[in-house]
């Protein structure tokens, strides 16, 4: 499943450092990452530089991977769940390219798994790092626009305007509404974004054996949750938290337990359900597990795409 | 219709790419343009990319513009991108705008200052129509423009040199502590902010953005009541101390746009009323976007002189987090990547939330159903 056949132009002709940022950059970021590490859920601010993909593309993820990868990493990277997705690919071309460095689609394979939207199903272990790629890393920043404000929030530990604006969701709605992103506290110090995650993925953050880092490039923060760190989803004793659940399973591989992509199929209505993770769709179908829709042409795709 | 799915991104990307670099070319039969010219005849837009790239070097400057197809805040993007990865061996001298050789020095401010207005390349006073003769192949060189006979003052005086000997400008103080100033490229934006961090900020800004917010407060959004005192378009000398020599040396010249506008400070218990001064500078000439700056640059010193500040272009937070169009250009068009997680867990919140309202306004029916 590993590939190395990966195009190496970096390597004859070195127009860039190994791994695109140069050496005091990496320093510089390994020293952020370590802070954030010593203090899991606080952001980090970072002298985050230009990247030779757009703002909101994955700058921070990558600069993260940059700071850490080495020519005997495996590295995986995904979006939305999938390996195939545009982003995803492009990402892992660069990786391929700037540090010779061998890719995967397989989760348990992989040394570093860079991520936007998603945690994959399949537990992590240790020595796994998951890279997130973080859009906007404070999580107080739709109630409070100024910066020094909720830099100021975190430190005095003033998290009451969060709590309110989850009761005013229970009494618009009768539940908290929050889908994705949905704020974590951390060893019950750091309110924390998730990054835009679906709530679904928050409890796999608690005691996860990985490392977690979080890499905002725009916004110039890192942050991380070391392994075996308590996140906590905020809630209500009378309103729990919850994550979201299906009435359909995978269309594809059966699976009732994994997070599912709606696709729609034509323009009166019908739709099928699959597993955004493709990687764990794809090792349950070899395993013999069968959904409803079974042979279905996406599943074909996905087929041709990893070969 | 049937939809399928997007799958197998990798293929999709390459033949994009493929596309895009033929769309970039244009039909064959039109020859094909070239750096040199886009440095020579393209110069304000080169210009304009050094200065928001913040990299000083045309013929980058010009590939990049031909390689974005004249997107030019693409062609700063690819500027920014690659200027991030060169190594740096020190910190120049800072640059004299006072020792310029000017080639445009025009003020507002009197009918006739010392060293005179120069007009210089300017489109100031030309009448926008547009000329079909450049648009006839083989057209003649343009005539040369007449030498002056008499030649002008060097260094060429400034503003503040007119001022001077009345205190009626508040001075150009040198900081004492020659501390090194604070870069942005290196750390990230810190509030409050200094005016160095503030400056830098300004000067990599969107030239768009810039002039919006300048424009709001001349309009009386955080009103600054500005006066051209002086704008010099020329080149300065760029000098660096090498560690091994221990004096400076020069290292090359840069093409710049400074502007300083003057606003009027009615005085405190403190200090006598005085003018005070919004400062903009940029690389090549750009002059909109160096007034732009240096009216935004006074707004934002509201502090210093006690305004009240109520206005956009008061508020640093929103002006100095927002002033970036690489950091913007890329946000807003992020969108255009996929959210269907997202957007899954939205899609559902919103059908419950449906169900719930039909059941509760229309029980009978939802029963029935």
């Given at each position: 499943m590993i590939s190395t056949s990966t195009p190496r132009s970096n390597e004859t002709e070195r127009y860039y450092n190994y791994a695109y940022l140069d050496e005091q950059t990496k320093r510089m970021i390994r020293r952020a990452i370590l802070k954030a590490l010593a203090i899991p859920g606080y952001q980090v601010p970072f002298g985050s530089r230009e990247m030779p993909v757009p703002y909101g593309w994955g700058t921070g993820g990558i600069q993260l991977t940059a700071a850490i990868i080495g020519p005997d990493d495996v590295y995986k990277c995904i979006d939305q769940g999938a390996d195939d997705t545009t982003n995803a690919v492009s990402i892992r071309q660069f990786f391929a390219k700037v540090a010779d460095v061998a890719t995967t689609e397989d989760t348990a394979e992989a040394t570093i798994i860079q991520t936007r939207h998603r945690i994959p199903e399949q537990t992590l272990k240790a020595g796994q790092v998951l890279v997130f790629q973080v859009p906007q890393p404070e999580p107080l920043r739709g109630l409070e626009a100024r910066e020094t404000e909720t830099r100021a929030m975190h430190a005095y530990e003033e998290y009451g305007l969060q709590y309110v604006s989850l009761y005013e969701n229970v009494s618009a709605y009768g539940r908290i509404a929050a889908t994705a992103g949905y704020p974590v506290m951390v060893e019950e110090r750091y309110l924390m974004s998730p990054s835009p995650i679906p709530k679904f993925d928050n409890p796999k953050m608690d005691d996860n054996e990985a490392i977690l880092l979080f890499g905002a490039g725009r916004e110039k923060r890192i942050y991380a949750v070391p392994p075996h760190t308590q996140v906590r989803s905020l809630d209500f004793e009378d309103y729990p938290f919850e994550v979201q659940t299906w009435e359909e399973s995978c269309a594809l591989c059966g699976a009732d337990d994994a997070y599912l992509d709606e696709v729609v199929l034509d323009d009166v209505g019908t739709k099928?359900?699959?597993?955004?993770?493709?990687?764990?769709?794809?090792?349950?179908?070899?395993?013999?597990?069968?959904?409803?829709?079974?042979?279905?042409?996406?599943?074909?795709?996905?087929?041709?795409?990893?070969? | 219709m049937a939809y399928v799915s997007v799958k197998g991104g990798e293929k999709a990307i390459t033949n994009a790419h493929s596309w895009l670099a033929e769309a970039r070319r244009g039909d064959p039969r039109v020859p094909e343009i070239d750096v040199a010219q886009i440095r020579e005849q393209?110069?304000?837009?080169?210009?304009?990319?050094?200065?928001?790239?913040s990299c000083y070097d045309p013929d980058l400057a010009a590939l990049a513009i031909k390689q974005a197809r004249g997107d030019l805040p693409e062609a700063i993007f690819l500027v920014r991108a690659y200027r991030t990865t060169l190594p740096r061996f020190g910190a120049s001298e800072p640059v004299e705008t006072e020792e310029m050789a000017v080639l445009r020095r025009i003020s507002a401010a009197f009918k006739d200052i010392p060293g005179g207005q120069i007009l210089g390349p300017t489109f100031d006073y030309t009448h926008r129509l547009l000329d079909f003769a450049l648009a006839a192949e083989g057209a003649s060189l343009p005539a040369a423009a007449a030498l002056s006979e008499t030649p002008q003052p060097y260094p060429m005086p400034t503003i503040g040199s007119v001022f001077a000997h009345e205190d009626l400008l508040e001075r150009d103080e040198r900081p004492e502590a020659e501390d090194a100033p604070f870069d942005l490229t290196r750390e990230p934006m810190a509030f409050p902010a200094g005016r160095d961090q503030r400056l830098q900020a300004l000067a990599r800004g969107d030239e768009g953005f810039l002039l919006s917010l300048a424009y709001s407060s001349q309009r009386g959004w955080g009103s600054t009541h500005p006066l051209c005192g002086e704008i010099r378009f020329g080149d300065v000398t760029v000098e660096f101390v090498p560690e091994e020599l221990g004096f400076?040396?020069?290292i090359g010249e840069l093409s710049v746009t400074e502007c300083q506008m003057l606003s009027g400070f009615s005085g405190s218990a403190e200090r006598a009323p005085q003018y005070t001064r919004g400062y903009g500078l940029t690389f090549g000439h750009c002059e909109r976007k160096a007034m732009s700056m240096a009216i935004v640059d006074r707004a934002l010193r509201h502090r210093e002189v006690g305004e009240q500040a109520d206005a956009p272009v008061q508020d640093e937070e929103f002006v100095l987090y927002?002033?970036?169009?690489?950091?913007?250009?890329?946000?807003?068009?992020?969108?255009?990547?996929?959210?269907?997680?997202?957007?899954?867990?939205?899609?559902?919140?919103?059908?419950?939330?449906?169900?719930?309202?039909?059941?509760?306004?229309?029980?009978?029916?939802?029963?029935?159903?």
């Amino acid at each position: 499943m590993i590939s190395t056949s990966t195009p190496r132009s970096n390597e004859t002709e070195r127009y860039y450092n190994y791994a695109y940022l140069d050496e005091q950059t990496k320093r510089m970021i390994r020293r952020a990452i370590l802070k954030a590490l010593a203090i899991p859920g606080y952001q980090v601010p970072f002298g985050s530089r230009e990247m030779p993909v757009p703002y909101g593309w994955g700058t921070g993820g990558i600069q993260l991977t940059a700071a850490i990868i080495g020519p005997d990493d495996v590295y995986k990277c995904i979006d939305q769940g999938a390996d195939d997705t545009t982003n995803a690919v492009s990402i892992r071309q660069f990786f391929a390219k700037v540090a010779d460095v061998a890719t995967t689609e397989d989760t348990a394979e992989a040394t570093i798994i860079q991520t936007r939207h998603r945690i994959p199903e399949q537990t992590l272990k240790a020595g796994q790092v998951l890279v997130f790629q973080v859009p906007q890393p404070e999580p107080l920043r739709g109630l409070e626009a100024r910066e020094t404000e909720t830099r100021a929030m975190h430190a005095y530990e003033e998290y009451g305007l969060q709590y309110v604006s989850l009761y005013e969701n229970v009494s618009a709605y009768g539940r908290i509404a929050a889908t994705a992103g949905y704020p974590v506290m951390v060893e019950e110090r750091y309110l924390m974004s998730p990054s835009p995650i679906p709530k679904f993925d928050n409890p796999k953050m608690d005691d996860n054996e990985a490392i977690l880092l979080f890499g905002a490039g725009r916004e110039k923060r890192i942050y991380a949750v070391p392994p075996h760190t308590q996140v906590r989803s905020l809630d209500f004793e009378d309103y729990p938290f919850e994550v979201q659940t299906w009435e359909e399973s995978c269309a594809l591989c059966g699976a009732d337990d994994a997070y599912l992509d709606e696709v729609v199929l034509d323009d009166v209505g019908t739709k099928m359900f699959v597993c955004s993770d493709s990687h764990h769709c794809g090792q349950r179908r070899a395993e013999g597990h069968v959904g409803p829709m079974a042979g279905h042409q996406l599943a074909q795709g996905e087929a041709e795409a990893a070969l | 219709m049937a939809y399928v799915s997007v799958k197998g991104g990798e293929k999709a990307i390459t033949n994009a790419h493929s596309w895009l670099a033929e769309a970039r070319r244009g039909d064959p039969r039109v020859p094909e343009i070239d750096v040199a010219q886009i440095r020579e005849q393209m110069s304000l837009a080169v210009d304009r990319v050094m200065a928001e790239g913040s990299c000083y070097d045309p013929d980058l400057a010009a590939l990049a513009i031909k390689q974005a197809r004249g997107d030019l805040p693409e062609a700063i993007f690819l500027v920014r991108a690659y200027r991030t990865t060169l190594p740096r061996f020190g910190a120049s001298e800072p640059v004299e705008t006072e020792e310029m050789a000017v080639l445009r020095r025009i003020s507002a401010a009197f009918k006739d200052i010392p060293g005179g207005q120069i007009l210089g390349p300017t489109f100031d006073y030309t009448h926008r129509l547009l000329d079909f003769a450049l648009a006839a192949e083989g057209a003649s060189l343009p005539a040369a423009a007449a030498l002056s006979e008499t030649p002008q003052p060097y260094p060429m005086p400034t503003i503040g040199s007119v001022f001077a000997h009345e205190d009626l400008l508040e001075r150009d103080e040198r900081p004492e502590a020659e501390d090194a100033p604070f870069d942005l490229t290196r750390e990230p934006m810190a509030f409050p902010a200094g005016r160095d961090q503030r400056l830098q900020a300004l000067a990599r800004g969107d030239e768009g953005f810039l002039l919006s917010l300048a424009y709001s407060s001349q309009r009386g959004w955080g009103s600054t009541h500005p006066l051209c005192g002086e704008i010099r378009f020329g080149d300065v000398t760029v000098e660096f101390v090498p560690e091994e020599l221990g004096f400076p040396i020069e290292i090359g010249e840069l093409s710049v746009t400074e502007c300083q506008m003057l606003s009027g400070f009615s005085g405190s218990a403190e200090r006598a009323p005085q003018y005070t001064r919004g400062y903009g500078l940029t690389f090549g000439h750009c002059e909109r976007k160096a007034m732009s700056m240096a009216i935004v640059d006074r707004a934002l010193r509201h502090r210093e002189v006690g305004e009240q500040a109520d206005a956009p272009v008061q508020d640093e937070e929103f002006v100095l987090y927002h002033s970036d169009n690489v950091e913007a250009s890329g946000f807003v068009q992020h969108l255009k990547l996929p959210h269907y997680v997202d957007f899954q867990a939205d899609l559902q919140l919103i059908r419950r939330l449906r169900r719930e309202h039909f059941e509760r306004n229309n029980p009978i029916k939802v029963a029935a159903e």
